[in-house]
């Protein structure tokens, strides 16, 4: 029992780095599963002494639902992203937005960072010092209104969800 406590010393992070690795490689051959598999055990327990701390995660269905309204944005958002690409050069006004932060667990202000730059049309570029405010960088954001509209959609569809999650 005890070198199972120190050999998975993270399930969740183990499976994750596990299910990752496999999508990356693209591979179903046995040499990308084993190697999938040692790296899935090695890296956080490696990590381990660094001391981490675990954010627990309060609503799981917060978190599905989370998950849904990302994928279902970046799939909206390269549509939306290549139409302006596409189309002619006044459709595209770029503008760095400063978004303020009210979330405080650390998982969460780097998730925030990620799905807003994961999103297309949007790039997380600077987090201040004191992790009250996230520079994004907008591909297209013409003037005050559409700037306040970023920043609130930011704070709605994820910054919301993620205070729920790790609250």
Same mark, same amino acid.
């Given at each position: 029992?005890?070198?199972?406590?120190?050999?998975?010393?993270?399930?969740?992070?183990?499976?994750?780095?596990?299910?990752?690795?496999?999508?990356?490689?693209?591979?179903?051959?046995?040499?990308?599963?084993?190697?999938?598999?040692?790296?899935?055990?090695?890296?956080?327990?490696?990590?381990?002494?660094?001391?981490?701390?675990?954010?627990?995660?309060?609503?799981?269905?917060?978190?599905?639902?989370?998950?849904?309204?990302? +994928?279902? %944005?970046?799939? $909206?958002?390269? @549509?939306?992203? !290549?139409?302006?690409?596409?189309?002619?050069? =006044? /459709?595209?006004?770029?503008?760095?937005?400063?978004?303020?932060?009210?979330?405080?667990?650390?998982?969460?202000?780097?998730?925030?960072?990620?799905?807003?730059?994961?999103?297309?049309?949007?790039?997380?570029?600077? +987090?201040? %010092?004191?992790? $009250?405010?996230? @520079?994004?960088? !907008?591909?297209?954001?013409?003037?005050?209104? =559409? /700037?306040?509209?970023?920043?609130?959609?930011?704070?709605?569809?994820?910054?919301?969800?993620?205070?729920?999650?790790?609250?």
């Amino acid at each position: 029992m005890k070198l199972r406590g120190r050999l998975l010393s993270s399930p969740l992070t183990s499976a994750a780095l596990f299910l990752a690795w496999v999508m990356l490689n693209e591979s179903a051959s046995t040499g990308q599963w084993l190697l999938g598999v040692l790296l899935a055990l090695a890296i956080p327990w490696l990590l381990a002494p660094l001391g981490f701390t675990r954010s627990p995660v309060r609503s799981w269905s917060v978190l599905l639902r989370l998950v849904v309204v990302v +994928l279902w %944005d970046i799939l $909206r958002s390269n @549509l939306e992203v !290549a139409r302006r690409v596409l189309g002619p050069d =006044a /459709a595209i006004q770029p503008r760095f937005v400063w978004v303020p932060i009210d979330l405080q667990d650390p998982l969460a202000i780097v998730l925030l960072a990620g799905i807003v730059t994961t999103t297309p049309g949007t790039i997380s570029c600077e +987090l201040s %010092d004191d992790h $009250r405010w996230l @520079l994004v960088h !907008a591909l297209h954001a013409p003037d005050d209104g =559409a /700037a306040a509209a970023i920043v609130a959609d930011i704070k709605a569809r994820y910054e919301g969800p993620l205070a729920e999650v790790f609250g």
